[in-house]
Structure formats: structure tokens, C-alpha cells
């Protein structure tokens, strides 16, 4: 009967043992699971905000850019509008007339302008033969404007006057010369051009 008691004694206590060892696997197991948790969760949010700060430098940059073309944008129409005032000019679009007008064939060349206004910025009168029209430029480079208010005009040009103007480059009519009873020269050098300048007289300014 003491040899069995004490038997079961120790297996109790050897049973108690093995239940007592257990308790601490089953704990650090468990903390290693809630460690491992913590750690994903710290990564995940680390990741998040290298996202967000990534997609805030994204559109800093697009705005950037849009910024900077949008100053270009003004920087240019700002050129193109000084390069249009500059006293002397006569522009259509961004082509100096000017310079067509000493090419070997100025008609053709007019033939190319793009459709758009052209633009006289305080540019020289070289003759007014009519009291509807006068001769802009040089001698080497010259276009006839035709004021196309009907009447008279009432603007008082003389040679030497700077004038300023937006008009229409137009191809010459059946009989537009002609009608002007130009000196032959002159009557010569405007059918050879094949074009003028349509321009209502009271849009001129004289400088």
C-alpha cells in the first residue's frame, strides 16, 4: 500500500510537472505571434506613408511643370506682341512683310502669309500719289495701302508721316490698278506685286 501511494505521488507530481513546463512554450509562442503582428503592421505603415509622400512629390513635380509652361506660354505671347510694336514693323501672323518684299519674286511670297491680320506698327509713308491710298516702306521694298472707307478719307497722310494700322494683305482685283490712275511707274510696280493692303481709313493712326 506505501509502495503504491508513493507510485502515484510522483506520477501526480510528474503530471504537474509536465503541465507547469508547457504554460511558459504556449506564452512565448504567443508572444513571438504578437511580435511578428506588431512588426508587419510597423512595415505596412512605413510603406503606406513612402506612398503618400511619393504621390505628394508627383503632383509637386505636375504642378511644377504646368507652372513653368504656363510661364513660357507667356513669355512667348508676350515676345509676340512687343516683336509686333516694335516701331517699324509690319507683320502678318509672326512674317516680317518687309522682308518678302525684297525676295526675287515678292508676289509669290505674299501668296505663302498665313490668314491673319496685318499689323503696322509707326511704319514709314513713302509717297501718296490718291487721296485713297499711299505707298508704305521703301523704295526697294514697298506695298500700297488702299484705305477702303468710301469718300474721301479723312485722314491727312503725308510723305514722311509714320503710320499704324491693322488691315488685310490682298490680292490685287481685275481693274483694282487701273482704277487708282497711278503714274506708270507706280501703276507697273503695284500690278507686278499682285497685291495690297485693305485698310479702313479711320483705323490709321499717325505717329
Known sequence: MRNSTLLRSSAARSGRRSRLVSVPVTGAAALALVLTGCGADEE?????????????GLVEEDTEMMEEDTE???????????????????V??????????????PQAA????????????????LAVPTDEGFW???????????LTAPGESPMNVNPGDRVSFTGEIVPNADGFVEGLSLPADQAA??????YHVDVPAGEITIA
Open 44 to 56: 505596412e505603415g512605413v510603406d503606406a506613408t513612402d506612398v503618400v509622400e511619393e504621390d505628394e
Open 72 to 90: 513660357a506660354m507667356e513669355s512667348d505671347a508676350a515676345g509676340d506682341t512687343a516683336a509686333a510694336a516694335v516701331p517699324g514693323s509690319f
Open 92 to 105: 502678318v501672323g509672326d512674317v516680317a512683310v518687309p522682308q518678302l518684299l525684297t525676295e526675287a519674286d
Open 110 to 125: 505674299l501668296a505663302e502669309l498665313p490668314d491673319d491680320p496685318a499689323v503696322a506698327t509707326e511704319v514709314p509713308v
Open 136 to 146: 508704305i516702306g521703301t523704295e526697294a521694298a514697298r506695298i500700297w495701302v488702299q
Open 189 to 194: 510696280a503695284l500690278t507686278d506685286l499682285g
